[in-house]
């Protein structure tokens, strides 16, 4: 899946005419943690139970047309690598910002746990 397939989905909405604004985010595994340690990579697991509730629930957000997730799970992922694509298309920018932001925080609260791998120094 990359996110030029996500974007040609939404684009492919029966309800698209009625987005003014469509946002991405493409997370990424970062070389370090957030403390400070050197990553050499990560592991995410996902609650796809809990994902479908929650974008269930964000998409009946008014002014959004429609939201799509892909996350790159079970895998070995390196420094560099996506993790994870979140799209949400709505009709005005406070609408759909607001929106991908509360999904985000979300899916990272409630539905992903990663594994992180640690150089040795």
Not at 43 to 69: A, F, Q, S, Y
Request: hydrophobic share 40%; charged share 30%.
């Amino acid at each position: 899946m990359t996110i030029i397939e996500l974007f040609d989905k939404i684009k492919n909405h029966p309800d698209y005419d009625k987005a003014g604004m469509v946002l991405f985010h493409n997370g990424v595994v970062r070389g370090t943690s957030r403390d400070g340690r050197k990553v050499s990579g990560l592991k995410v697991k996902v609650d796809h139970e809990k994902l479908d509730l929650i974008i269930k629930e964000k998409r009946k957000t008014p002014g959004i047309v429609e939201i799509l997730i892909h996350i790159f799970e079970n895998k070995d992922l390196a420094v560099g690598d996506d993790v994870m694509y979140l799209v949400v298309a709505g009709d005005i920018r406070e609408n759909v910002i607001e929106t991908l932001h509360d999904t985000l925080n979300a899916v990272k609260s409630q539905v992903t746990s990663k594994t992180e791998y640690f150089t040795e120094e």
